[in-house]
């Protein structure tokens, strides 16, 4: 019998590659029973999801649940294993969220329904803007998914946004980037001294096609977007573990798409993601049922 060393490694490998695929077919088995339990845990009521009961019962499952990926982490002897046992709780936390909100969803319970509670109480579709060559040219767009709307012009940028705050507009745009410095700094900080979320974007080349600038339609609640090939999630995080936050998003199919951090906080970070329809709801309740500070900034698509 010829020895052959090298099929006898492969041979290995490929077993133990089979017998890791069965194991988390397993453990995503069990995940979804701690979803179902979560689940009967709810009932059928309305749920929301910064109730402090149910965050209180979701956060004592996971981490009971935790322990095991953090023991496994532990026990593999790897440099930075408390990070990895961070990061694989946190892959494992969203497959729960995803889970979660999808037995809610059967139950007629919109999960992360929260991100999506109206505030403002006008009826039609007024928009306020700054004129400019530009800005006229994104409300054009921005009106071919609205049903009647009228235009309200401010002189400055602040009173297009208190337009919106004080219910004068349902409302406003904002340039927010450009080819020439980027993610726009002062218009930001607007956005969140105001509570305005992007709910649309455009991007407007200039006449010579030598650069454009992105422009935001912006409301005071996040909406689910219908138009646009791609939409967007942009989050505001603070002194979070990114590498956890990233593996989470992972595992509900939200990938990554840009990263900045926060001008004038040593801390904080906005985070772009290229949403995915089919985890976009777990996503959001990982985030409300597992942070107290990151905001929701805007939810948009490209137009």
């Keep these: 019998m010829v020895y052959d060393r090298k099929n006898i ?21 069990h995940i979804g029973e701690l979803a179902d339990f979560l689940c009967d845990e709810a009932g059928e009521d309305e749920i929301f999801f910064r109730d402090r009961g149910f965050r209180e019962a979701y956060r004592k499952l996971v981490s ?22 961070r990061a694989l709780s946190a892959y494992m936390r969203a497959s729960l969220c995803r889970r979660l909100t999808d037995g809610l969803d059967i139950r007629g319970v919109q999960a992360a329904g929260t991100y999506f509670d109206e505030i403002s109480t006008l009826e039609d579709d007024t928009v306020s803007y700054m004129r400019s060559s530009y800005a006229d040219e994104a409300f054009a767009r921005f009106s071919e ?24 507009s349902e409302y406003c745009i904002l340039p927010i980037e450009n080819t020439t410095d980027g993610r726009l700094a002062g218009f930001r900080r607007l956005m969140m001294k105001y509570g305005l979320k992007t709910v649309m974007l455009t991007r407007v080349e200039d006449p010579q096609e030598t650069g454009a600038t992105v422009f935001a339609l912006l409301k005071r ?26 593996c989470a998003a992972d595992g509900c199919g939200m990938k990554l798409s840009a990263i900045t951090a926060v001008p004038d906080s040593p801390d904080g970070y906005d985070l772009v993601f290229t949403v995915s329809e089919e985890g976009i709801c777990g996503f959001l309740s990982y985030l409300l049922l597992e942070y107290d500070d990151i905001t929701v900034t805007g939810f948009a698509g490209m137009i």
């Design 9 to 29: 490694i492969l041979g290995n490998l490929s077993r133990i590659s089979r017998e890791q695929t069965h194991l988390i077919e397993r453990r995503e088995a």
């Design 221 to 246: 609640c996040i909406t689910v977007p219908s138009h646009g090939e791609k939409k967007f999630l942009e989050i505001r995080v603070t002194a979070h573990d990114i590498q956890a936050l990233l």
């Design 145 to 168: 998914y609205m049903t009647d709307p009228k235009a309200i012009y401010g002189y400055d940028f602040s009173e297009v946004c208190d337009n919106v705050y004080y219910e004068r």
């Design 64 to 85: 009971d649940a935790g322990c095991v990926c953090s023991g496994y982490a532990a026990e593999t002897g790897k440099e930075s294993t408390e990070k990895t046992g």
